[in-house]
Every structure is written in C-alpha cells, then in structure tokens.
C-alpha cells in the first residue's frame, strides 16, 4: 500500500512569489493534516481536514495561506506571497477514523524562500 | 492549551540502553506516540500507548507512562547506531484528533 505522497520534495523560490504544496493522503484515510517543521523544533499543525471539512485551522496564518481538500482525498497547501520565515519543512499526514489513531507522514516538502 | 515538552540531545554508546522522557499537559490525552525522525524523512511511528496503560513493550522498545506525573519515556535496549535520529513524542487528546508534539530529542549513538 502507497504512503502518503508529497510533491515537490524540495522547492526554492524568491519571497513575495507564490508556492503550492500537494498531499495525497492514504486511501480510506478520513484525516488529513497539514504541519509545518522550522529546523530544529517539531511539527506545528497548520490545519486539519476530516473528509473535505477544515475542522480545525486556528494556526494557519490566513492572511497568505490557504489549503483545500476537494472530494475529500488530496489536498494542496498555499502560500502567497511567501516571506523569508516561511522557509521549512511542510509535512502533510493522514490517518483514519477509530483505531488508535496513528497518523502517517509523508516525506515533506522543503521550502526555500530566498 | 495543550504543551508537549522533551529534552533536547542525549548521547549513549552503542549497546547501551537509550531513555527519552517526555511531559505532556492534556489530562485529557487518549493515545500518546513516539515517532522517529532520520535526516532528510518524515516522521515514522514507531509505537504508541493508550492513556489507561502503564507500560508498552515492543521488541526493543518499552514505553513507560505515569498518567498522574504526565510523564512518558521511551527505553530503547541495545541501542544500535542506525537507532541515532530525532524522536518526537505526540499526544493526541480527548477532544477529537489533535495531534500535539514535542520539540524532539536528538539521540546520538556513539560506536
């Protein structure tokens, strides 16, 4: 079975211009997050969708970001424009409803801002 | 809100036993996990524990957990150099499906 699916693994780009990540989740897996990695600290969640619902979303800076999830499956995370601190590691994780509720990661995406 | 905290670096030899504590300040955490992160990857999971639980044992990991002090530590016997990475331990509360982590403790195995 496929893990979760990250494109682009690394990506470098000049700030103020735009960056979008993509996130294919495990399949059957309601859950899906998004989580932001700063070098040397853990993952911060960004947003979390059940299905196509953005359930919880209060540390997404929504000013420049934006995520959607349509049909509920893959989803793509936006940034624009994109300033210097926003270089880090974007995780995007999936898991599913009831067991002991693991989450998956995928390898992240590296992003530069330059 | 809730706050997951670890120690930042801790050095062993190999065959040694590793041990990476962890606190956490959720009462109302159901499962808490230890993930592992190597350069350059993910995060990989590599046990979890049910909050009504004390002690997990896994091969050569044991998980420990004191629901009263909020306090989880992950023992790794014969801890081998491949075993040298990040660990995060994670929290997940009664709430709905909020995963907290910590910061992560560098392990680093010494040959």
């Known amino acids: 079975e496929a893990g979760v699916v990250q494109s682009p693994r690394y990506k470098i780009i000049e700030k103020k211009q735009p960056v979008a990540f993509w996130c294919n989740p495990i399949?059957?897996?309601?859950?899906l997050y998004w989580y932001r990695q700063n070098l040397g600290q853990g993952p911060e969640l960004l947003i979390r969708?059940?299905?196509?619902?953005?359930?919880?979303d209060s540390q997404l800076p929504k000013d420049r970001f934006s995520a959607e999830r349509l049909k509920g499956v893959d989803s793509t995370l936006k940034i624009q424009p994109a300033e210097l601190g926003d270089s880090a590691v974007y995780l995007c994780?999936?898991?599913?409803?009831?067991?002991?509720?693991?989450?998956?990661f995928g390898q992240g995406t590296r992003l530069t801002v330059v | 809100g809730e706050d997951v905290e670890q120690s930042l670096f801790l050095s062993v030899r190999e065959g040694d036993s590793s041990v990476i504590n962890c606190t956490y300040t959720?009462?109302?955490?159901?499962?808490l996990y230890w993930y592992k992160q190597e350069p350059g990857a993910g995060l990989q999971l590599l046990t979890y524990?049910?909050?009504?639980?004390d002690m997990k044992q896994d091969q050569r990991l044991t998980v420990l957990l004191n629901k009263k002090d909020k306090h989880l530590s992950l023992r790794i016997a014969d801890t081998q150099t491949g075993d040298s990475a990040i660990y995060f331990c994670?929290?997940?509360?009664?709430?709905?499906?909020?995963?907290?982590f910590g910061g992560g403790t560098r392990l680093m195995v010494k040959p």
């Open positions: 994780a999936s898991s599913a409803r009831g067991g002991y509720g693991e989450a998956f």
């Open positions: 399949s059957g897996h309601n859950t």
């Open positions: 969708y059940e299905n196509e619902e953005a359930v919880d």
């Open positions: 959720d009462s109302s955490s159901t499962y």
């Open positions: 524990i049910f909050s009504n639980m």
């Open positions: 994670a929290e997940r509360n009664n709430a709905g499906n909020m995963l907290t």
